[in-house]
């Protein structure tokens, strides 16, 4: 219990504690850029970062603990660094852009997510590019814009995405990774 209440760190300011889990993957909680932006300090010479909002993450209060840490990273996973062009990176994109429907105007979530089991980790969140996601569209054509550094993204554009292993070994259906190079 002691171990677990180790202060590791603090926030300079506020917290990235998650009220509405439904709301912080629509909108992007800040606890997923926060992640993204660690992820992108250690894997210096990626340019974009991939991560998801487990099911049950808490977020860190304004001193984060190695309680707050695993309960909100609860996997194992290790960090991998993909070199990929923007054909795949649309392809990884429409992947977890299936997390979401539209119904009566409204964004919704895919039943699949949490019928009959909750999957929630399957939806993925990339900084360091903006996207649009429409999910009124069909399936495999809701990305609707990508744009790297101000510029549309073009299918032969190369980038290097750091994600969990778990997610680069092509975890969750994710196969379009599976073979880009490390």
């Known amino acids: 219990q002691q171990w677990l209440d180790k202060p590791l760190g603090r926030l300079k300011e506020g917290n990235l504690l998650v009220h509405d889990p439904?709301?912080?993957?629509i909108h992007k909680h800040p606890l997923i850029?926060?992640?993204n932006q660690v992820q992108l300090y250690f894997a210096d010479k990626a340019q974009l970062s991939s991560q998801a909002?487990?099911?049950?993450?808490?977020?860190?209060?304004?001193?984060?603990t190695m309680r707050d840490l695993?309960?909100?990273?609860?996997?194992?996973n290790t960090l991998k660094a993909l070199r990929m062009n923007?054909?795949?990176?649309?392809?990884?994109?429409?992947?977890?852009?299936?997390?979401?429907d539209a119904e009566d105007g409204k964004v919704v979530l895919n039943r699949v997510f949490y019928d009959p089991k909750p999957m929630h980790f399957n939806y993925e969140m990339v900084d360091g590019l903006d996207y649009t996601i429409k999910s009124s569209n069909p399936i495999g054509s809701r990305i609707v814009?990508?744009?790297?550094?101000?510029?549309?993204?073009?299918?032969?554009?190369?980038?290097?995405?750091v994600m969990s292993s778990y997610r680069a070994n092509g975890g969750g259906e994710f196969d379009m990774v599976k073979n880009c190079e490390v």
């Open 53 to 64: 909002l487990f099911n049950e993450s808490v977020g860190f209060n304004s001193e984060i």
């Open 86 to 100: 923007g054909k795949v990176l649309k392809e990884y994109l429409e992947k977890s852009a299936e997390y979401f």
């Open 145 to 161: 814009e990508m744009v790297y550094q101000g510029k549309p993204v073009e299918e032969t554009d190369e980038f290097v995405m």
């Open 33 to 35: 850029s926060f992640i």
């Open 22 to 25: 439904i709301d912080a993957r």
């Open 70 to 76: 695993v309960s909100t990273y609860v996997y194992s």
